[in-house]
Structures are given as structure tokens and as C-alpha cells.
């Protein structure tokens, strides 16, 4: 937000769902090596395992991460200040260095209805998939996209089992979901809307001049 300018107060979700996104400070990489991801990750599992928080779903970035979780939200601002206080820790006293890690306050969008649920999943397991990082999903080692469809050991099992109950308990319409082109905006850096906005422009013009038949102009 603006310096001087109000907080504005966050949405309350009816359904208890919200996908959170947390970014590093001035745009800093804060997940380089694996042990860092872990580090961060056992801390969030500690949350669910004190009750705080249930994972649905999770993605790690180099520069920012992506949760989706179900909680009261007195409990989430409490789980994921946590989190944040244990990882600047760890982080600074790796780095030698001082300070905040993550932005200030972390941002999050209420999920009201199942529908949404299901796209926001998506899209939180397509984000190495649209910065290139992997082909598929299946392929990105730090999301929660393998625990569905193997075994799960961060989501919440009771989680795991109310969202593949979205997809009729089927594995592979919960793939092919993941497979299916969305072009709504979600929760993310500004970086990664501006891309998405980017490609989903010259996907446009592309089918323009393909349907008048008119030569490819970039």
C-alpha cells in the first residue's frame, strides 16, 4: 500500500478458504536452494499440525509463494506471521544479513465457492508452468500438485480428500482440469500479471490475423 494511506481491512471468506501470496522484500529471491524451500515448508506443516491452518494446496517460487489454505482468519494472521518471523530468522542467519524477508503483510483473496477453489489450485500449480520452469505441473518438485495425485504429506489429508471429491474422486479429470486454459486474472506479483497480460494479448491478435488470413506480425 501506499505510505500514509489506510490498510484497507481484509475480506473474510464465508467458506474459510483464501489464497495467500507472499512475496520477498523488494523483490528479492528468497528461496534459492532446496533446504531453504524445506525450511519454510516444515514451518508451514507445523502450523497444520498445531491446528491453525489445513493445506490445500502450495507453490514455491524462487520470489514469492503461493498457499491455499481453509481457516478461521484470526488463525491464518497468526500461522503465517509465524511462519514468517521463524523463516526471516533462518533466512538472516544463513545470509549474515538483517531485516525483513518477506513484504510486510502478506496478501490474500477470499475463495467463496468450490469453482473457484478448483481454478485457484490450478493456477497456483501452473505457476512454474507459465515461467517456464516445467513442462507440466508434474514435473515442478515444489507444489503440492504431486501429493494429489501420489501420496501427500503437506496438504491436509482431509483437504486432499475434499478437493479430488470436486473432481468426482478421479484422478485423471483432475489432471485434465489442470490442462485446461484459463485466462482469469488471480492473486499474484505484478511481474506475472503483467506476462500473463502480455501473452494472453498476442494470443488474441494472433487468432485475429490467423482468421483474416494476414501474416504474423509480433
Not at 490450478?122 to 501420489?150: D, G, M, Q, T
Request: proline share 1%; net charge negative.
Amino acid at each position: 500500500e501506499v505510505d500514509g494511506m489506510p490498510r484497507q481491512a481484509r475480506i473474510q471468506s464465508s467458506s474459510d478458504y483464501y489464497h495467500i501470496m507472499m512475496r520477498g522484500n523488494n523483490r528479492e529471491n528468497i528461496f534459492n536452494r532446496d533446504d531453504q524451500k524445506k525450511f519454510f515448508l516444515d514451518s508451514l506443516e507445523k502450523q497444520q499440525d498445531d491446528q491453525l491452518i489445513h493445506i490445500a494446496a502450495f507453490c514455491l517460487m524462487s520470489n514469492h509463494v503461493h498457499i491455499v489454505v481453509k481457516a478461521d482468519s484470526s488463525n491464518l494472521a497468526k500461522a503465517i506471521k509465524s511462519v514468517n518471523i521463524k523463516y526471516a530468522m533462518q533466512f538472516n542467519q544463513t545470509r549474515d544479513r538483517v531485516g525483513h524477508v518477506f513484504q510486510d503483510r502478506y496478501r490474500s483473496e477470499a475463495i467463496e465457492d468450490d469453482t473457484y477453489l478448483m481454478q485457484v489450485i490450478r493456477y497456483v500449480h501452473n505457476n512454474p508452468v507459465k515461467a517456464k520452469l516445467a513442462n507440466s505441473p508434474e514435473e515442478y518438485r515444489w507444489s503440492s500438485y504431486k501429493e494429489y495425485i501420489s501420496d501427500n504429506s503437506i496438504i491436509s489429508t482431509l483437504q486432499k480428500g475434499f478437493i479430488l471429491g470436486l473432481f468426482s474422486n478421479n484422478i485423471s479429470q483432475f489432471t485434465e482440469f489442470h490442462k485446461q486454459k484459463d485466462d482469469n486474472e488471480y492473486l499474484d506479483i505484478h511481474e506475472e500479471l503483467e506476462k500473463n497480460r502480455l501473452e494472453h494479448a498476442q494470443e488474441i491478435i494472433s487468432k485475429y490475423f490467423i482468421e483474416k488470413g494476414l501474416s504474423e506480425a509480433k
